[in-house]
């Protein structure tokens, strides 16, 4: 069969673990996971220097790690080990994590001289959900837990044995889409977002997300948290609260945050209340030790708000660095070399 000598000859690339499991048990002898959480933290055009910034990033939390359970690394995309045998089999499905991975893998592929028809990219709708599935599951406003993996192996092979090589032109269009994300000013990419760019559906829902963590706006001139740090700060109080207990309270907030959550993973929550309780001597976020020792992600650590944080919650920033600052692709939110807000019309604006 054509699609059993593909699985063994070619260079398959995937986005997490589960597809990577599954080639392999289909045959695949050369799969490369490049399974990286590009949404949250900083990119780079240069790929030895994306490697080094997102190794850097991923450091700075005491719960992440770049490595898996047996030492193989998440991302293997820029690894000098690979073997770059074409046809390259590039599999994706509807997340928006694999799509932006998407984008990065064509220009890496570029860069290495690999032409454009020596690459298949199998592009996976969502599986239909069952009925079983919950309304929460059926409204989420952003598709970040799909997989290839969810659909069958009849499928797979299928699709391996018809797929053809994208058009130059939608090829293209992925490495720019990549050129504009991981560039320091995001106008163009945001541009994108809003007016479409064919082939890529991903843009609306993407900027959706994305947006969420931009500091805000409003027509009056007043600066205002990102949606995300709004939602913390409503869910934290004066009193002591782990992480985990934010991220399962029982409100409309905690839905929303959920919502996000689901594209981040939930230690962000944790990363970025530790971010803030860091940012400044007077700080909005207080932590202690929690009911768990360190090495229990979400329980570890417990944080309240101060007096300050529940003056920011009511008033507003009084300036962009009153928060601490989030790497966010090319850019960063909440920069002083960086300040862009978001307005109220969904575009971002230099203050």
Known sequence: MAEAALLRVATHVTFDTPTTERLVQLGATNVVRASDCLIIGPSRRDPHEHTRTREAWLSSSEEHSDTDESGQKWDRLHSSDVRWEPPVVVWVSASLHERVN??????????????HHDVLVL????????????????????????SVSDHPDEILL?????????????????????????????SLFVESCISGVEGFAELAPLWALLSC???????????RLSRFDKMVFTLL???????????????????????????TGDLFLEDRLDQ??????????????????????ML????????????????????????????????????????????????LARL
Request: glycine content about 6%; some cysteine.
């Open 237 to 263: 109080s004066s009193e002591w609260q782990t992480a985990l207990a934010l991220a399962v309270h029982e409100s409309e907030t905690r839905m929303r945050l959920w919502n996000l959550l689901s594209c």
């Open 213 to 223: 963590f931009f500091p805000r706006k409003t027509a009056e001139g007043g600066l």
């Open 300 to 347: 570890s650590k417990v944080y309240r708000l101060t007096g300050r944080g529940m003056q920011l919650q009511d008033k507003g920033l009084g300036q962009l660095t009153d928060a601490p600052s989030l790497p966010m692709a090319g850019t960063e939110a909440y920069s002083a070399s960086a300040p862009w807000v978001l307005l109220e019309d969904g575009r």
């Open 102 to 115: 998407l984008w990065r893998t064509c220009s890496w592929l570029r860069h290495l001289g690999i032409a």
């Open 276 to 297: 803030w309780a860091m940012h400044d001597s007077s700080a909005f976020v207080e932590r202690a030790a929690g009911p768990k020792p360190p090495g229990h992600p």
């Open 123 to 146: 592009d996976f709708e969502p599986v239909p959900p069952s009925r079983a599935a919950s309304q929460g599951i059926l409204a989420r406003p952003f598709t970040c837990s799909e």
């Open 158 to 186: 299928d699709r391996l044995d018809k797929t053809q090589p994208w058009s130059a032109e939608r090829y293209d269009r992925a490495i720019r889409l990549w050129d504009s994300y991981v560039d320091e000013n995001p």
